[in-house]
Protein backbone atom coordinates (compact mmCIF):
# COMPACT_ATOMS: atom_id res chain seq x y z
CA UNK A 1 0.00 0.00 0.00
CA UNK A 2 1.11 3.34 -0.95
CA UNK A 3 0.10 6.91 0.35
CA UNK A 4 1.10 9.79 -1.84
CA UNK A 5 3.29 7.15 -3.78
CA UNK A 6 5.30 6.56 -0.66
CA UNK A 7 5.28 2.65 0.71
CA UNK A 8 3.46 2.43 3.94
CA UNK A 9 5.93 1.19 5.59
CA UNK A 10 8.21 4.31 5.38
CA UNK A 11 5.93 6.57 6.45
CA UNK A 12 6.76 6.14 10.07
CA UNK A 13 10.77 6.46 9.44
CA UNK A 14 10.37 9.54 7.12
CA UNK A 15 8.12 11.36 10.01
CA UNK A 16 10.52 10.09 12.92
CA UNK A 17 13.29 11.31 10.91
CA UNK A 18 11.83 14.29 9.45
CA UNK A 19 11.01 15.42 13.53
CA UNK A 20 14.70 14.70 14.04
CA UNK A 21 15.51 16.97 11.19
CA UNK A 22 12.88 19.56 11.74
CA UNK A 23 14.48 20.10 15.43
CA UNK A 24 17.85 20.60 13.81
CA UNK A 25 16.54 23.43 11.20
CA UNK A 26 14.84 24.66 14.06
CA UNK A 27 18.31 25.07 16.30
CA UNK A 28 19.80 26.38 13.67
CA UNK A 29 17.13 29.22 12.60
CA UNK A 30 16.52 30.21 15.95
CA UNK A 31 18.85 33.20 15.96
CA UNK A 32 17.34 34.94 12.90
CA UNK A 33 14.29 34.46 14.11
CA UNK A 34 15.20 37.24 17.24
CA UNK A 35 17.71 39.15 14.98
CA UNK A 36 14.90 39.35 11.74
CA UNK A 37 11.54 38.06 13.26
CA UNK A 38 11.43 40.51 16.44
CA UNK A 39 14.38 43.08 15.22
CA UNK A 40 13.49 43.56 11.73
CA UNK A 41 16.97 43.12 10.55
CA UNK A 42 17.52 41.56 7.43
CA UNK A 43 20.30 40.15 8.41
CA UNK A 44 21.42 37.36 5.83
CA UNK A 45 24.79 36.74 7.36
CA UNK A 46 23.27 34.44 9.62
CA UNK A 47 23.65 31.08 8.64
CA UNK A 48 27.51 32.55 7.46
CA UNK A 49 27.91 33.53 11.24
CA UNK A 50 26.69 29.88 12.01
CA UNK A 51 29.25 28.40 9.58
CA UNK A 52 31.93 30.38 11.89
CA UNK A 53 30.53 28.94 14.82
CA UNK A 54 30.99 25.44 13.63
CA UNK A 55 35.06 26.00 12.36
CA UNK A 56 35.21 27.58 16.24
CA UNK A 57 33.66 24.30 17.49
CA UNK A 58 35.93 22.56 15.61
CA UNK A 59 39.23 24.13 16.36
CA UNK A 60 38.18 23.94 20.49
CA UNK A 61 37.56 20.34 19.64
CA UNK A 62 41.17 19.76 17.73
CA UNK A 63 42.16 21.04 21.48
CA UNK A 64 40.33 18.29 23.18
CA UNK A 65 36.84 19.73 23.67
CA UNK A 66 33.60 18.58 23.64
CA UNK A 67 32.06 19.93 20.53
CA UNK A 68 29.20 20.85 22.27
CA UNK A 69 30.97 22.25 25.10
CA UNK A 70 33.23 24.28 22.76
CA UNK A 71 29.48 25.58 21.52
CA UNK A 72 28.23 26.57 24.95
CA UNK A 73 31.61 28.33 25.61
CA UNK A 74 31.87 30.18 22.21
CA UNK A 75 28.47 31.80 23.34
CA UNK A 76 29.58 34.68 25.14
CA UNK A 77 32.75 35.38 22.82
CA UNK A 78 29.51 35.44 19.53
CA UNK A 79 27.51 38.02 21.85
CA UNK A 80 29.90 40.33 22.46
CA UNK A 81 30.68 40.43 18.27
CA UNK A 82 26.65 40.69 17.67
CA UNK A 83 26.55 43.35 19.72
CA UNK A 84 29.41 45.35 18.19
CA UNK A 85 28.44 44.01 14.35
CA UNK A 86 24.62 45.60 15.48
CA UNK A 87 26.33 49.00 16.62
CA UNK A 88 27.96 49.11 13.36
CA UNK A 89 24.99 48.54 11.00
CA UNK A 90 22.90 51.27 13.46
CA UNK A 91 25.29 53.63 13.13
CA UNK A 92 25.98 53.57 9.24
CA UNK A 93 22.19 52.56 8.17
CA UNK A 94 19.22 52.33 11.25
CA UNK A 95 20.59 55.60 12.40
CA UNK A 96 20.13 57.31 8.94
CA UNK A 97 16.52 56.49 8.32
CA UNK A 98 16.16 55.97 4.89
CA UNK A 99 16.47 52.80 2.71
CA UNK A 100 18.00 51.06 5.70
CA UNK A 101 16.53 47.96 4.93
CA UNK A 102 17.71 47.96 1.26
CA UNK A 103 21.34 49.04 2.43
CA UNK A 104 21.49 47.11 5.29
CA UNK A 105 20.36 43.87 3.00
CA UNK A 106 23.36 45.02 0.99
CA UNK A 107 25.36 45.40 3.97
CA UNK A 108 24.56 41.69 5.38
CA UNK A 109 25.35 40.27 1.97
CA UNK A 110 28.50 41.84 1.92
CA UNK A 111 29.54 40.86 5.71
CA UNK A 112 28.35 36.84 4.78
CA UNK A 113 31.04 37.49 1.32
CA UNK A 114 33.76 38.29 3.71
CA UNK A 115 33.32 35.42 6.32
CA UNK A 116 33.00 33.04 4.00
CA UNK A 117 36.48 34.01 2.12
CA UNK A 118 37.78 34.74 4.94
CA UNK A 119 37.21 30.56 6.00
CA UNK A 120 38.65 29.81 2.90
CA UNK A 121 42.13 31.81 3.21
CA UNK A 122 42.71 30.61 6.81
CA UNK A 123 41.24 26.80 6.46
CA UNK A 124 41.60 25.84 2.94
CA UNK A 125 38.23 24.42 0.99
CA UNK A 126 38.38 21.08 2.74
CA UNK A 127 35.39 19.60 4.73
CA UNK A 128 36.05 19.34 8.63
CA UNK A 129 34.31 17.38 11.00
CA UNK A 130 34.63 16.56 14.27
CA UNK A 131 34.63 13.57 16.58
CA UNK A 132 32.45 12.12 19.41
CA UNK A 133 31.21 9.29 21.64
CA UNK A 134 27.45 10.36 20.13
CA UNK A 135 28.38 10.92 16.54
CA UNK A 136 28.34 7.85 14.42
CA UNK A 137 26.48 5.84 16.63
CA UNK A 138 22.64 5.22 16.95
CA UNK A 139 19.25 4.55 19.78
CA UNK A 140 17.85 1.23 18.49
CA UNK A 141 14.50 1.06 19.08
CA UNK A 142 13.38 -2.20 17.62
CA UNK A 143 14.02 -1.97 13.96
CA UNK A 144 14.89 1.46 13.87
CA UNK A 145 18.13 3.31 14.34
CA UNK A 146 18.09 6.86 15.29
CA UNK A 147 21.35 8.72 14.98
CA UNK A 148 22.75 10.42 18.46
CA UNK A 149 23.83 13.21 16.64
CA UNK A 150 19.93 14.32 15.65
CA UNK A 151 19.23 13.24 19.00
CA UNK A 152 21.61 15.92 20.33
CA UNK A 153 20.00 18.78 17.84
CA UNK A 154 16.58 17.69 18.75
CA UNK A 155 17.30 18.05 23.07
CA UNK A 156 19.14 21.89 21.89
CA UNK A 157 16.46 22.83 19.75
CA UNK A 158 13.74 22.04 22.96
CA UNK A 159 16.26 23.99 25.04
CA UNK A 160 16.79 26.96 23.40
CA UNK A 161 13.18 27.31 22.23
CA UNK A 162 12.09 27.00 25.99
CA UNK A 163 14.91 29.19 27.55
CA UNK A 164 14.15 31.79 24.83
CA UNK A 165 9.91 31.47 25.34
CA UNK A 166 10.55 32.22 28.97
CA UNK A 167 13.20 35.15 28.83
CA UNK A 168 11.41 36.86 26.49
CA UNK A 169 8.01 36.63 28.09
CA UNK A 170 9.02 36.41 32.03
CA UNK A 171 11.34 39.34 31.98
CA UNK A 172 11.61 42.74 30.94
CA UNK A 173 14.16 43.36 28.77
CA UNK A 174 12.62 40.06 26.73
CA UNK A 175 9.13 42.00 26.62
CA UNK A 176 11.02 44.97 25.46
CA UNK A 177 13.15 42.82 22.41
CA UNK A 178 9.23 41.49 21.14
CA UNK A 179 7.89 45.33 21.42
CA UNK A 180 11.32 47.01 19.64
CA UNK A 181 10.06 46.66 16.19
CA UNK A 182 6.66 47.36 17.03
CA UNK A 183 6.64 50.99 18.52
CA UNK A 184 10.24 52.29 19.99
CA UNK A 185 8.36 55.29 21.04
CA UNK A 186 6.10 53.62 23.60
CA UNK A 187 9.32 51.76 24.75
CA UNK A 188 11.21 55.07 25.44
CA UNK A 189 8.30 55.82 27.17
CA UNK A 190 8.62 52.49 29.48
CA UNK A 191 12.33 53.82 30.38
CA UNK A 192 14.30 51.31 27.96
CA UNK A 193 16.14 52.20 25.14
CA UNK A 194 15.73 50.91 22.02
CA UNK A 195 18.45 51.02 20.39
CA UNK A 196 20.15 49.20 23.41
CA UNK A 197 17.31 46.41 23.36
CA UNK A 198 18.08 45.79 19.75
CA UNK A 199 21.60 45.55 20.09
CA UNK A 200 21.34 43.15 23.42
CA UNK A 201 18.66 41.05 21.27
CA UNK A 202 21.24 41.05 18.11
CA UNK A 203 23.88 39.86 20.34
CA UNK A 204 21.57 36.86 21.66
CA UNK A 205 21.07 35.95 18.41
CA UNK A 206 24.51 35.66 17.66
CA UNK A 207 25.33 34.28 20.61
CA UNK A 208 22.76 31.26 19.96
CA UNK A 209 24.09 31.02 16.49
CA UNK A 210 27.46 29.38 17.69
CA UNK A 211 25.91 27.07 19.69
CA UNK A 212 24.08 26.31 16.12
CA UNK A 213 27.26 25.69 14.66
CA UNK A 214 28.18 23.33 17.36
CA UNK A 215 25.20 21.82 16.03
CA UNK A 216 25.86 21.82 12.47
CA UNK A 217 28.97 20.24 12.50
CA UNK A 218 28.06 17.16 14.99
CA UNK A 219 25.50 16.34 12.59
CA UNK A 220 27.88 16.39 9.60
CA UNK A 221 30.89 17.89 8.18
CA UNK A 222 31.48 21.74 7.21
CA UNK A 223 32.74 23.66 4.46
CA UNK A 224 32.98 27.68 4.26
CA UNK A 225 30.45 27.58 1.13
CA UNK A 226 27.83 25.75 3.21
CA UNK A 227 25.98 28.75 4.16
CA UNK A 228 24.03 28.78 0.56
CA UNK A 229 23.00 25.45 1.76
CA UNK A 230 20.75 26.99 4.87
CA UNK A 231 19.92 30.43 3.93
CA UNK A 232 16.82 29.09 1.59
CA UNK A 233 16.03 26.92 4.81
CA UNK A 234 16.28 29.14 8.00
CA UNK A 235 14.18 32.10 6.30
CA UNK A 236 11.81 29.61 5.28
CA UNK A 237 11.18 28.43 9.12
CA UNK A 238 11.60 31.93 10.73
CA UNK A 239 8.99 33.21 7.59
CA UNK A 240 6.76 30.11 8.06
CA UNK A 241 6.61 30.20 11.64
CA UNK A 242 5.72 33.77 11.71
CA UNK A 243 7.71 36.42 12.24
CA UNK A 244 9.29 36.36 15.89
CA UNK A 245 7.59 33.27 17.16
CA UNK A 246 10.36 30.78 19.34
CA UNK A 247 7.23 28.28 19.40
CA UNK A 248 6.41 28.85 15.84
CA UNK A 249 10.03 28.54 14.78
CA UNK A 250 10.33 24.86 16.61
CA UNK A 251 6.91 24.13 14.78
CA UNK A 252 8.13 25.43 11.63
CA UNK A 253 11.49 23.54 11.67
CA UNK A 254 8.86 20.35 12.23
CA UNK A 255 6.94 20.77 9.24
CA UNK A 256 10.32 21.53 7.01
CA UNK A 257 11.84 18.26 8.44
CA UNK A 258 8.93 16.16 8.03
CA UNK A 259 8.11 17.52 4.82
CA UNK A 260 12.22 17.29 3.34
CA UNK A 261 12.45 13.65 4.68
CA UNK A 262 9.23 12.54 2.91
CA UNK A 263 10.37 13.69 -0.08
CA UNK A 264 14.18 12.28 0.30
CA UNK A 265 12.43 8.83 0.72
CA UNK A 266 10.16 9.06 -1.84
CA UNK A 267 11.12 6.87 -4.90
CA UNK A 268 10.14 9.15 -7.59
CA UNK A 269 12.47 11.96 -6.10
CA UNK A 270 15.07 11.98 -3.93
CA UNK A 271 17.81 14.30 -2.58
CA UNK A 272 17.29 16.54 -5.64
CA UNK A 273 14.08 17.51 -4.92
CA UNK A 274 15.03 18.09 -1.11
CA UNK A 275 16.67 21.71 -1.65
CA UNK A 276 12.73 23.22 -3.49
CA UNK A 277 10.72 21.87 -0.48
CA UNK A 278 12.05 25.23 1.83
CA UNK A 279 11.15 27.46 -1.14
CA UNK A 280 7.86 25.74 -1.98
CA UNK A 281 6.31 25.98 1.52
CA UNK A 282 8.02 29.55 1.69
CA UNK A 283 5.77 30.13 -1.39
CA UNK A 284 2.60 28.46 -0.37
CA UNK A 285 2.97 30.54 3.31
CA UNK A 286 3.24 34.03 1.54
CA UNK A 287 0.33 33.66 -0.58
CA UNK A 288 -2.06 32.14 1.63
CA UNK A 289 -1.17 33.49 5.27
CA UNK A 290 1.56 35.97 5.09
CA UNK A 291 2.19 36.90 8.53
CA UNK A 292 2.93 33.13 8.81
CA UNK A 293 1.37 30.33 11.08
CA UNK A 294 2.02 32.13 14.41
CA UNK A 295 2.72 36.17 13.45
CA UNK A 296 2.46 38.64 15.41
Known amino acids: MTILGLPSELWFEAVMFGILLGCFYAAVSIGLSVSFGLLDVPNVAHPAVMIVGSYCTWALWDRGLDPIVAGVLLMPL ?80 LVLTFALTLYLSKTFTGRAIKAVAQDEAALRLMGANPVRIKQWA ?21 EPAMDRVYIGRTFCVVVLAGLGSMTGTLAAGLILGIAESIVLMHPDLGASWAPAVAFSLLLIVLSVRPQGLFGR
Open 78 to 157: FFVVGVLLYRFYHASFEKRGTEAGVRGLAFFFGVAFIIEVGLILIFGVDQRSVQAEYIGSSLELGEYRFPYRMLVAFGVA
Open 202 to 222: FGIATGVSALAGAMLIIVGPV
